[in-house]
């Protein structure tokens, strides 16, 4: 099993920046992809940044391009997102999702192409 753990969440104004880390138990290299989502209160979870095997190609929604990076460390198992100038509406619990292949076709975007999931990490942007 893949256990996925997320941090570096928390309170920040805005302008300001925050780095989420998201801890994988196993060989972080070998995952087809794994993905950034957000949940903001009252909304659908949305997807944020992907990024392919072995810390390869990445993509962004058009909402954080240009702020947020996603890369992935292989020797820590762990991926990260960088988020620069952060405005209000980045508030949302952020989670960290990891798909191991490219079985039953899909895509890297979509939360139900990913079967592993963190619990979450919290972003708070004052104005």
């Known amino acids: 099993q893949v256990q996925l753990v997320e941090s570096g969440g928390g309170s920040v104004q805005a302008g300001g920046s925050l780095r989420l880390s998201c801890a994988d138990s196993?060989?972080?290299?070998?995952?087809?992809?794994m993905a950034w989502f957000r949940q903001a209160p009252g909304k659908e979870r949305g997807w944020v940044a992907t990024i392919y095997a072995g810390g390869g190609d990445t993509y962004y929604d058009a909402s954080v391009k240009g702020r947020f990076t996603i890369s992935q460390d292989n020797a820590k198992a762990t991926l990260y997102l960088q988020m620069n100038s952060l405005k209000p509406e980045d508030t949302a619990i952020y989670y960290c999702a990891a798909r191991l292949d490219r079985n039953g076709g899909g895509g890297c975007i979509n939360g139900a192409d990913f079967p592993y999931w963190g619990q979450g990490t919290q972003v708070t942007v004052s104005s």
């Open positions: 196993g060989y972080i290299y070998r995952r087809y992809c």
